[in-house]
Structure formats: C-alpha cells, structure tokens
C-alpha cells in the first residue's frame, strides 16, 4: 500500500523565518511529487512540483527531493502570516497510475 | 475559466437517506477526480475517469457508492444509503493530464449524516 507521511504538527514558525516542511514516501518507482496548500475550509491548491533529485525553487518556496532517501521537503523562506496554512504533500507512483496519493498533511503556523 | 464547480457546498442528511454529489470539471480537461477528506484518514483517492471513462474504483469504500460520468462535463457521486461515517467534505478535480498532472479542486462537498 502506498503511504505518505508528514508530521501532522502545528509547526510554529515566527514570521520572517525559514519554514522547513518534510514528507517522505513509500513507493520507490514514485515518479512526481507536488506540494499543495490548504487554507482552513477551503480547497487543495497547487503551490510546487517536482520531478528529479535536487532543488526547485519559485520565488520564497523551495521544494527539494532525494528518491534515494524517498523524501520530499518544502522550504519556505521569509515566512508571513498568510503562510499558515496546511501543507499537503502528494505523490504520483507512475507507471500509468493518474491519481495522487497525498499525506494527511501539516499544519504550519507562522507567528507575527 | 470558472474553475471546478461541486453542488451542493453543504449536505446535511439522516442515516439511509441516498445522497447525490454533483461536478463539473474545467472544460477541457480529460481527467476528474472523486476525493475525500477527513481528519482521520486525509484525502483519500475514491475514483477517477478519463474521457468520461472509470479508469480506477478501487478507493471507493463500499458498494454503497457509485460515481457516474455521463459526459465530459458532468460527474456524479450517489451515496445510497448513507451512513454517519461517510460524513466527511468530498472534493472532485479535474487535471489536462494524467500521469501525475496538476489537479484543480473544487470548492468541495461537506457532507453530514445524522
């Protein structure tokens, strides 16, 4: 069965700080994997995705993977209020599969 | 684009009553996705389809669930009967691609079964 895992948290950040968010995964021929934000009440949005070892970064977000370790992270830098949220990490095991698997997710709070 | 469209945004029902989830996706897009999201067990895959096809149900709970998707613009979850543990929001998306692609939710469903 394909897991993925993050810390449930909060996580409690002060503003202006850099935010570190962890998942890790279980299916070793996992090909995509992408962070999604989730506000209270609302809906998932896409915020980064990454395909290949190493660092992608867009703007104050930086996500990082290394499949040997089967672990993804998130990066924030510059941490504002409107960063809480929770953060969802979702995993896509290829092979013909469409469907993402995502963790339960991480509850980040940055504090002003 | 309008974005993903669910109805209805809240559900309030009792136990054994058939309850009907309703989407439409972004034009255009070949996939949707039926999720389900609770604090217990996070979003959890229920069925997707491509080209209006079922490709994976292998996440639905029970037999009590169906999903149809009679065009491409159009896709339905029926709940029959419902029970108390199938409260929980449930979210539909729509992605261009498959393999992995970006997902767009809907604003979700919360449903409640008294």
């Known amino acids: 069965q394909k897991e993925v895992e993050q810390n449930s948290g909060p996580l409690s950040v002060p503003e202006g700080a850099i935010a570190s968010l962890n998942c890790t995964y279980s299916d070793r021929v996992s090909q995509s994997f992408f962070w999604y934000r989730q506000y209270s009440g609302k809906s998932p949005e896409l915020i980064m995705s990454?395909?290949?070892?190493g660092d992608k970064e867009d703007g104050r977000f930086t996500a990082q993977l290394n499949k040997a370790s089967q672990y993804v992270s998130l990066l924030i830098r510059d941490s504002q209020p409107s960063d809480s949220a929770t953060y969802l990490c979702?995993?896509?095991?290829?092979?013909?599969?469409?469907?993402?698997?995502f963790g339960k997710g991480t509850h980040l709070i940055i504090q002003p | 684009d309008a974005g993903v469209i669910q109805s209805p945004r809240h559900e309030v029902t009792e136990m054994g009553q058939e309850v009907t989830l309703r989407c439409k996706p972004i034009?255009?897009?070949?996939?949707l996705f039926w999720y389900r999201q609770t604090m217990m067990r996070g979003l959890e895959l229920l069925i997707y389809?491509?080209?209006?096809?079922?490709?994976?149900d292998s996440g639905m709970p029970e037999d009590r669930f169906s999903a149809k998707m009679p065009n491409a613009s159009f896709s339905t979850l029926k709940i029959q009967p419902s029970e108390p543990r199938d409260s929980a929001v449930y979210f539909c998306?729509?992605?261009?691609?498959?393999?992995?692609?970006?997902?767009?939710f809907g604003e979700g469903s919360r449903l409640t079964v008294l």
């Open positions: 979702a995993v896509n095991a290829g092979g013909g599969a469409d469907g993402l698997t």
């Open positions: 990454i395909y290949s070892n």
């Open positions: 389809f491509n080209n209006n096809v079922p490709i994976d």
């Open positions: 034009s255009g897009h070949d996939y």
């Open positions: 998306a729509s992605s261009l691609i498959g393999g992995g692609g970006e997902l767009f």
